[in-house]
């Protein structure tokens, strides 16, 4: 039997490769407006992370020079928070409203696995159309 040649793992894409088509326009304008202002994008990365917003998150990552592991961790960081605020809403609106909101806790679900693949090189996943269609990103207001 000939020696076939075992073909070299490739490496990993890029987080900016990965993930540059998550970003629409209206993002890009947002992050250049707010570096034209002076703003670091690193540490708005951090503040959207804090918050629960992936969406910014990544569009301030993909500027910066962080190194991709570090991009991926704060990313991963943002979906957890969210995944975590999504789940507190669910809870408090099922004693609120005495029904269940079964779509809010699988949105979470996919955060939470968005997360994991995230620190484990790959990419993230897109929210489900539904997710989009009925506003699932819920904003928390304290």
Known sequence: MPDMPIPKPTPAAS???Q???LVNDTFRELVQQAIDGGADPA?????YS??????????????T??????????LASAYETR?????QWARDSEA?????????????????AN???????????RESKAARRLGINITMSN
């Open 15 to 17: 987080f900016n490769d």
């Open 19 to 21: 993930h540059r088509a």
């Open 43 to 47: 540490d708005l990365a951090q503040v």
């Open 50 to 63: 804090e918050k629960g917003k992936p969406e910014f998150v990544v569009a301030y990552l993909l500027v």
């Open 65 to 74: 020079d962080l190194p991709d592991q570090e991009k991926r961790e704060l």
């Open 83 to 87: 995944a975590a605020q999504s789940e």
């Open 96 to 112: 609120r409203y005495n029904r269940p909101f079964p779509l809010v806790h699988l949105e979470a679900q996919k955060d939470r």
């Open 115 to 125: 997360a994991r693949n995230l620190r484990v090189g790959k990419a993230v996943r």
